[in-house]
């Protein structure tokens, strides 16, 4: 799919759309709507999922070079779905949060996807990528689940020791999980990060930064909206 083409436009308006929705039905109609949507949005992320890995399998086409769930975007693909489904566990909340508005929304932005509209495989890329968004949309900017101390600490090293298990993989198998071998040919932000190995230095660093930057911008969300309504109808993750 060619980036910034109408199919692609189309997809980023619906996940704008989606999230908005996701976050205004949160915050008018409260946990129960909560909770209905997300995991109705589970099950989409999950058949998303699930049908991508088959289709490639069915066209003969899986590799253990291509298809372990081993890009990051494959990882908040699966929190956001245990998010979603237990929003009360803290840590699952802050993964789909910070992982999606570093990975899955590049990911939108700048997709890595030779399958155009209507292939199977361009609605289940976009089922995941941008269903995650809008999980982490629904749960902190919805239901205003809020990030506890030190959360970016704990993201960056589970971020750090998954990119070790990619790294493994993409040695073993000679694929180029989480793009550590080589950077994604259809163009990304890495392309303006240096050559093989600098831009993976970078991007650890600019990661770093990113995460920081969302944490604040959630923070600061928490606060705005205590402040407008005295902490009424937040959900902290306990």
């Known amino acids: 799919m060619q980036q910034w083409s109408a199919e692609h436009v189309a997809a980023i308006a619906v996940t704008v759309a989606l999230a908005a929705i996701a976050i205004a039905g949160a915050r008018r109609w409260g946990d129960a709507w909560t909770t209905a949507f997300g995991r109705a ?4 992320i999950l058949a998303g999922f699930v049908c991508e890995q088959v289709t490639y399998a069915l066209r003969g086409l899986w590799s253990a070079q291509v298809n372990l769930p081993l890009q990051l975007s494959d990882a908040v693909s699966l ?3 245990a998010a979603l489904w237990r929003p009360d566990v803290a840590l699952l ?4 949060y910070f992982w999606t508005g570093s990975a899955s929304l590049q990911a939108v932005l700048t997709p890595d996807l030779h399958q155009s509209f209507p292939d199977v495989l361009y609605f ?6 941008a269903g995650a968004i809008v999980a982490a ?10 990030l506890r101390p030190n959360a970016v600490w704990r993201a960056y090293a589970i971020t750090a020791a998954f990119a070790v298990v990619a ?10 999980y989480m793009f550590l071998r080589r950077k994604p040919a259809g163009g990304s ?10 831009y993976i230095v970078v991007a650890a660093a600019f990661g770093l930064v990113l995460l920081l930057a969302l944490a604040w911008l959630a923070n ?5 909206a205590a402040a407008r309504d005295s902490g009424g109808g937040s959900g902290g993750c306990d």
């Open 41 to 44: 949005l589970a099950l989409v």
């Open 79 to 81: 929190t956001a779905i």
């Open 93 to 96: 909340v802050e993964l789909v």
């Open 124 to 129: 289940t890329y976009f089922a995941t990528h």
């Open 137 to 146: 949309c629904l749960l902190v900017f919805g239901a205003r689940r809020t």
């Open 167 to 176: 790294g493994i993989a993409t040695i073993l198998t000679g694929g180029n």
């Open 189 to 198: 932000l890495l392309d303006v990060m240096g050559p093989w190995p600098l």
């Open 220 to 224: 600061t969300s928490a606060s705005a």
